[in-house]
């Protein structure tokens, strides 16, 4: 394995990856905001939410509920893993109402834990089922697609690997790279996990550590392709286009390619919303996450800027984006994902 410069300090939080993974939109110090109208009466209670979503992204949500409820809304920002092991150390002490995460994994591990309360039925009936976990105790909220970002300079379609499993092969050694230390890419691999079992999982991690080039931030490999320091990477699809509605300076020399046909490759991660057992308010906090997955939160995702997938409540996408039904993703439950043994191949197969 390649390791630029760049990445090495990704590589130095291996040791703590089990314990806290950046994904794309957390920070790692939690931070809290309040938004309040005053006008639709502060007597309908308060929630904390520990957010490991895009914190601007949460806080649209947030500015829109409140609007709505009068119901003040304390955020605490941090990733995905940093959160649900806090949750989880806090037990029955935790000041957290709701959690929002960007990926599957961290929810199951706080549900593993037995800390969800069930999720509202009138909740529930907004998302298909393909987008939550069969228990009920938590919902999706949004999705992400898998792609891999190739320098259209460098290759053609064609050159293009079939399947997700195919970079693991001698001719794409030193041609692609990824974020191992990210719960984004971990949620591909535990995704890898459930559909092809652990032998397939580990052969694959060990012909990836021998291919792949490691950056830190799926942001910092997709500038790398853009750049001409490798050939491809494997990262989500938003990341492609919240920079093509920017300038477009670390994404104009690649495009992504979707595999399709129920590959690993394409499979799509949902990103997760549960109220805590331990709410002091849990008619509030519901109420929160049916608004998220209700028809106002998910067009605050069709026509924002964070240009990850509605799921819920017949909103469409993003208009830019592949339709999530041309994804052709394979059937993954989110409440088999795990990520426990996620970090301890890829740690025995030397990636983190």
């Given at each position: 394995m390649k390791?630029?410069?760049?990445?090495?300090?990704?590589?130095?939080?291996?040791?703590?990856?089990?314990?806290?993974?950046?994904?794309?939109?957390?920070?790692t110090t939690p931070a809290a905001t309040g938004?309040?109208?005053?006008?639709a009466g502060a007597g309908n209670g308060e929630i904390t939410v520990y957010n490991a979503q895009h914190e601007s992204?949460?806080?649209?949500?947030?500015?829109?509920?409140?609007?709505?409820?009068?119901?003040?809304?304390?955020?605490?920002q941090g990733s995905d893993t940093e959160l649900s092991n806090q949750i989880i150390q806090e037990g029955a002490a935790s000041p957290a109402d709701v959690f929002l995460t960007e990926n599957?994994?961290?929810m199951t591990q706080v549900e593993n834990a037995d800390l969800f309360a069930d999720v509202d039925e009138a909740t529930i009936a907004q998302v298909p089922?393909?987008?939550?976990?069969?228990?009920?105790?938590?919902?999706?909220?949004?999705?992400?697609?898998?792609?891999?970002?190739?320098?259209?300079?460098?290759?053609t379609e064609d050159q293009l690997p079939t399947s997700m499993l195919d970079l693991a092969n001698p001719e794409w050694k030193g041609?692609?790279?990824?974020?191992?230390?990210?719960?984004?890419?971990?949620?591909?691999?535990?995704?890898?996990?459930?559909?092809?079992?652990?032998?397939?999982?580990?052969?694959?991690?060990?012909?990836?550590?021998?291919?792949?080039?490691?950056?830190?931030?799926?942001?910092?490999?997709m500038k790398a392709v853009n750049a001409g320091e490798v050939d491809a990477a494997l990262i989500y699809h938003y990341y492609y286009y919240g920079d093509q509605a920017k300038t477009g300076e670390n994404s104009n020399n690649v495009?992504?390619?979707?595999?399709?046909?129920?590959?690993p490759g394409a499979f799509v991660s949902v990103s997760g919303g549960g109220v805590l057992k331990t709410s002091k308010n849990q008619e509030a906090a519901q109420e929160f996450l049916k608004y998220v997955t209700g028809k106002k939160g998910q067009e605050i995702l069709k026509d924002g800027t964070s240009f990850e997938y509605a799921i819920a409540s017949d909103v469409p996408a993003n208009e830019k984006l592949v339709p999530i039904a041309e994804l052709q993703a394979p059937t993954v439950d989110p409440a088999k994902l795990n990520s426990e043994k996620v970090t301890e191949l890829m740690t025995s197969a030397g990636l983190l």
């Open positions: 390791i630029r410069n760049s990445a090495l300090a990704g590589l130095a939080l291996a040791a703590t990856a089990a314990l806290g993974l950046t994904a794309c939109g957390g920070s938004s309040s109208d005053a006008s992204l949460t806080k649209e949500w947030i500015d829109g509920f409140t609007a709505e409820t009068g119901i003040k809304v304390t955020m605490r599957s994994p961290a089922e393909e987008f939550r976990p069969s228990t009920g105790k938590w919902t999706g909220i949004a999705a992400r697609s898998t792609v891999l970002v190739y320098d259209k300079n460098k290759l041609k692609w790279a990824a974020s191992p230390s990210g719960a984004d890419f971990q949620a591909i691999v535990s995704a890898l996990l459930e559909l092809k079992g652990e032998a397939a999982t580990e052969e694959w991690l060990k012909g990836m550590k021998e291919n792949f080039t490691a950056y830190k931030g799926n942001s910092t490999a495009t992504p390619y979707y595999f399709k046909n129920q590959d």
